[in-house]
């Protein structure tokens, strides 16, 4: 395909990006997130093709020294998802070094919110935004809250969630980017599990139940980030700032396409 197309540039998403799912099985993910991306890289090689933008993650970060995370912080990843997508941003300064390969890493944060048309779903849904939606709109009884005894104010995980047009946006300007480059990217607010269902109650209506369960497994309590690199070096700029924003996007969407991508 790529010596079909001879595209200028790859955008590289796919990937297994499930926290708790590569807690059981890791080799899933060093298998595709690793080797089956080296597969794309050899090939962009072998066709000439020398420019990359890749999706990595706030889950390289693990539990931070301070926030928010700026790029200077030493990535400690605390779940094989975080290392498969660490060890990819090492090789691609190699596949730099070694055969020219222009990249730029945008480490998203947590991505929510929609498009008109496009928006979250998964097949065996595991995120938090689309499961509380699920709930609003009767498809589930009640929310799962992984963990209430996190050293956070109200005791559940603290997440950026950043809207999915401004990670868009990101993406072209990091076409423009002059030289390979490590971004992190989100709004810079954090907002914890039971702040996310609490938005969606006033958003939705609904009241959304939730039954408190024991820790995820791999899920660092709180992730924020510092995008200050990516707005000065690039010129990015979230749309949206506010959490009832992007809420607001996913269950619009959500109403519009109840069976998601589904028939
Ligand atoms: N979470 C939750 N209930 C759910 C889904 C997620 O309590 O049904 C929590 C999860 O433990 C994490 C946060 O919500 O602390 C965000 O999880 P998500 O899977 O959406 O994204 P992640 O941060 O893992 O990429």
């Given at each position: 395909t790529l010596a079909a197309f001879q595209p200028e540039a790859v955008m590289h998403f796919a990937a297994s990006a499930l926290v708790g799912e590569s807690m059981e099985n890791p080799s899933k993910y060093f298998r595709n997130n690793i080797g089956h991306g080296l597969n794309l890289l050899d090939a962009m090689i072998a066709t000439g093709?020398?420019?990359?933008?890749?999706?990595?993650?706030?889950?390289?970060?693990?539990?931070?020294?301070?926030?928010?995370?700026d790029e200077t912080l030493p990535p400690r990843p605390i779940n094989p998802y975080g290392e498969s997508k660490l060890a990819f941003e090492k090789i691609l300064r190699w596949y730099g070094e070694i055969h020219g390969l222009r990249f730029v890493a945008l480490r998203y944060f947590n991505a929510a919110g929609a498009s008109e048309n496009f928006g979250e779903e998964h097949r065996i849904e595991t995120h938090l935004i689309p499961n509380v939606l699920k709930v609003a709109l009767g498809l589930m009884p009640h929310v799962e809250i992984y963990g209430t005894d996190y050293d956070t104010p109200d005791g559940t995980c603290i997440r950026d969630y950043i809207h999915i047009l401004?990670?868009?946006?990101?993406?072209?300007?990091?076409?423009?980017?002059?030289?390979?480059?490590?971004?992190?990217?989100?709004?810079?607010?954090?907002?914890?599990?039971?702040?996310?269902?609490?938005?969606?109650?006033?958003v939705t209506g609904h009241k959304i139940p939730v039954v408190e369960?024991?820790?995820?497994?791999?899920?660092?309590?709180?992730?924020?980030?510092?995008?200050?690199?990516?707005?000065?070096e690039l010129g990015w700029r979230p749309q949206f700032q506010s959490l009832e924003a992007i809420i607001e996007s996913a269950w619009k969407w959500r109403q519009k396409f109840p069976n998601g991508y589904g028939d």
């Open positions: 093709r020398k420019q990359l933008v890749f999706s990595s993650t706030c889950a390289i970060f693990g539990p931070p020294e301070r926030l928010p995370i401004d990670l868009a946006h990101a993406h072209i300007l990091a076409l423009k980017a002059p030289k390979s480059e490590l971004y992190n990217l989100g709004t810079g607010g954090g907002s914890s599990v039971r702040e996310v269902i609490e938005c969606c109650r006033r369960k024991p820790r995820r497994a791999g899920d660092p309590p709180r992730l924020i980030a510092a995008s200050e690199k990516i707005q000065r």
